[in-house]
């Protein structure tokens, strides 16, 4: 399998650079066998957390991604309500999946589709399906979250707290954040040992207690792609949050940990829509301070699965032991659950 990877080769972007699979970060045999997700790939799936729990495994095993991981993003954005929402049950956004379906291993694609493992349906012909029927399919849904996910987890070496970050805040925020706010990717000169280096202590920021960041003042913003009736600004209380010793914007960090923030109490009149510019969807606000505690963070609901709601944890609670939250960070490796000691050393995951 071979895929096309820009980020290697910015000066060619109109041109497909095909990559074997170990380039990418996946394991060598990656999505070479057949996948067997029966009915569950069907239109008439219903979208229920039982379902989406059998589907998240068959894909997880297939891409190298523990289904727990995935599972707390689903039930974090959103889950099984937001089937017909147009961003799906992992709220993977347009954007997100014109980058991400091409992505996903050709033996999946198929099994998406319910067509045979030697089907002979080119992939492009694969990829445009899957985009026509991303809203009918639960299936698809999730693969294409699934995915999003693993691209997050091989572009910052499996580090879970960054590709966190990432699926919620994009790439280029949490590679200012690995690389101290001087780039927006990975630097071509800095070599792998480097850049697991760089990513380590990026993910130890994020891992550290709420109490220990700094939090300054949060701010307003637009964002059309949630659902939203009045089409409000919504007011983010934990949206500035700091290292105090470095002094790096913490990014996602109100994503992955619930902290106590605020913001000024008068938020925009304006309506919130896509015809706000991208670059005015994020405004101070006025008035006096208001404070508030935010939802529980993705990181918080994959250390203790209680935290995921009855809903989500109930069919899975059997399977989902309880993490110990000591600020180790996170990390996929091999297809596993680990945590990285401060010297580098990887120690499993009891799950």
């Given at each position: 399998?071979?895929?096309?990877?820009?980020?290697?080769?910015?000066?060619?972007?109109?041109?497909?650079?095909?990559?074997?699979?170990?380039?990418?970060?996946?394991?060598?045999?990656?999505?070479?066998?057949?996948?067997?997700?029966?009915?569950?790939?069907?239109?008439?799936?219903?979208?229920?957390?039982?379902?989406?729990?059998?589907?998240?495994?068959i894909i997880g095993e297939q891409i190298a991604v523990?289904?727990?991981?995935?599972?707390?993003?689903?039930?974090?954005?959103?889950?099984?309500?937001?089937?017909?929402?147009?961003?799906?049950?992992?709220?993977?956004?347009?954007?997100?999946?014109?980058?991400?379906?091409?992505?996903?291993?050709?033996?999946?694609?198929?099994?998406?589709?319910?067509?045979?493992?030697?089907?002979?349906?080119?992939?492009?012909?694969?990829?445009?399906?899957?985009?026509?029927?991303?809203?009918?399919?639960?299936?698809?849904?999730?693969?294409?979250?699934?995915?999003?996910?693993?691209?997050?987890?091989?572009?910052?070496?499996?580090?879970?707290?960054?590709?966190?970050?990432?699926?919620?805040?994009?790439?280029?925020?949490?590679?200012?954040?690995?690389?101290?706010?001087?780039?927006?990717?990975?630097?071509?000169?800095?070599?792998?040992?480097?850049?697991?280096?760089?990513?380590?202590?990026?993910?130890?920021?994020?891992?550290?207690?709420?109490?220990?960041?700094?939090?300054?003042?949060?701010?307003?913003?637009?964002?059309?792609?949630?659902?939203?009736?009045?089409?409000?600004?919504?007011?983010?209380?934990?949206?500035?949050?700091?290292?105090?010793?470095?002094?790096?914007?913490?990014?996602?960090?109100?994503?992955?940990?619930?902290?106590?923030?605020?913001?000024?109490?008068?938020?925009?009149?304006?309506?919130?829509?896509?015809?706000?510019?991208?670059?005015?969807?994020?405004?101070?606000?006025?008035?006096?301070?208001?404070?508030?505690?935010?939802?529980?963070?993705?990181?918080?609901?994959?250390?203790?699965?209680?935290?995921?709601?009855?809903?989500?944890?109930?069919?899975?609670?059997?399977?989902?032991?309880?993490?110990?939250?000591?600020?180790?960070?996170?990390?996929?490796?091999?297809?596993?659950?680990?945590?990285?000691?401060?010297?580098?050393?990887?120690?499993?995951?009891?799950?």
């Amino acid at each position: 399998m071979y895929i096309y990877n820009r980020q290697f080769y910015p000066s060619v972007p109109r041109c497909r650079v095909l990559l074997p699979s170990w380039h990418y970060g996946f394991p060598a045999g990656f999505g070479e066998t057949t996948v067997n997700l029966n009915s569950l790939a069907s239109a008439s799936t219903k979208p229920t957390v039982e379902n989406a729990l059998k589907i998240i495994k068959i894909i997880g095993e297939q891409i190298a991604v523990p289904w727990r991981v995935g599972y707390t993003i689903l039930a974090h954005e959103g889950g099984i309500s937001l089937f017909r929402h147009k961003d799906g049950v992992m709220q993977t956004i347009e954007g997100a999946r014109q980058s991400h379906i091409p992505r996903i291993p050709r033996t999946l694609k198929l099994a998406l589709l319910e067509l045979a493992a030697d089907d002979q349906t080119s992939d492009a012909q694969l990829t445009q399906r899957l985009h026509n029927e991303f809203q009918q399919r639960l299936a698809i849904q999730i693969a294409t979250g699934m995915q999003e996910l693993k691209s997050a987890l091989t572009k910052f070496n499996g580090y879970v707290a960054l590709a966190f970050a990432g699926y919620n805040a994009g790439g280029g925020s949490v590679s200012r954040l690995v690389t101290k706010g001087k780039h927006n990717t990975r630097p071509r000169t800095v070599t792998d040992a480097e850049w697991e280096k760089m990513c380590l202590a990026a993910a130890t920021m994020l891992h550290q207690p709420p109490g220990n960041a700094r939090v300054e003042q949060g701010i307003w913003l637009c964002d059309p792609n949630l659902r939203s009736k009045k089409k409000n600004w919504i007011p983010r209380y934990g949206s500035r949050m700091y290292d105090k010793k470095s002094g790096l914007r913490l990014v996602g960090f109100q994503y992955l940990r619930r902290v106590k923030g605020f913001v000024p109490s008068q938020g925009p009149t304006t309506v919130c829509d896509f015809s706000v510019p991208k670059k005015d969807r994020v405004q101070a606000g006025s008035g006096d301070l208001k404070y508030k505690t935010t939802r529980l963070g993705a990181l918080d609901k994959l250390y203790n699965p209680q935290n995921l709601g009855k809903a989500y944890y109930e069919p899975a609670k059997d399977q989902m032991p309880a993490i110990t939250d000591d600020n180790l960070p996170l990390k996929v490796s091999n297809g596993k659950l680990t945590k990285v000691k401060t010297d580098g050393s990887i120690v499993d995951v009891p799950i």
